[in-house]
């Protein structure tokens, strides 16, 4: 089994900063890229940001744009989301994701393309 566990979410105000992080745990698993996707209330899940694991590329929504950064830690197996200057409208529950076959850069923001969600953390800026 493979789990990918998020944690670092909570309650601030806007402007102000989180990093959340996911673990991948369980059976060893070819890690193409991970994800970070958020839902907010009544919206369907949607692309944050992506990192490839093994170059480190990345990739990035507009909204998030020089305000989040993602990276990731290869020995740790683990992918964090360094999120700064936020707004009320990154309110969400943030699901960390991977993919394990190859990938398409022109899908990366494609839900079906992932192969293994977190459970979600909740994330809430207030103004």
């Known amino acids: 089994q493979v789990q990918l566990v998020e944690s670092g979410g909570g309650l601030v105000q806007a402007g102000g900063s989180l990093r959340l992080s996911c673990a991948a745990s369980?059976?060893?698993?070819?890690?193409?890229?991970m994800a970070w996707f958020r839902q907010a209330p009544g919206k369907e899940r949607a692309f944050v940001a992506v990192i490839t694991w093994g170059s480190g590329d990345t990739a990035y929504v507009d909204s998030v744009q020089g305000r989040f950064s993602i990276s990731r830690d290869v020995p740790k197996n683990e992918v964090h989301l360094q999120m700064n200057s936020l707004k009320p409208e990154d309110t969400a529950v943030y699901y960390c994701?991977?993919?394990?076959?190859?990938?398409?850069?022109?899908?990366?923001?494609?839900?079906?393309?992932?192969?293994?969600w977190g459970q979600g953390t909740q994330v809430t800026i207030s103004p």
């Open positions: 369980g059976r060893t698993f070819n890690k193409v890229a």
């Open positions: 994701a991977a993919v394990t076959r190859s990938l398409r850069w022109s899908l990366i923001r494609t839900v079906s393309v992932y192969d293994y």
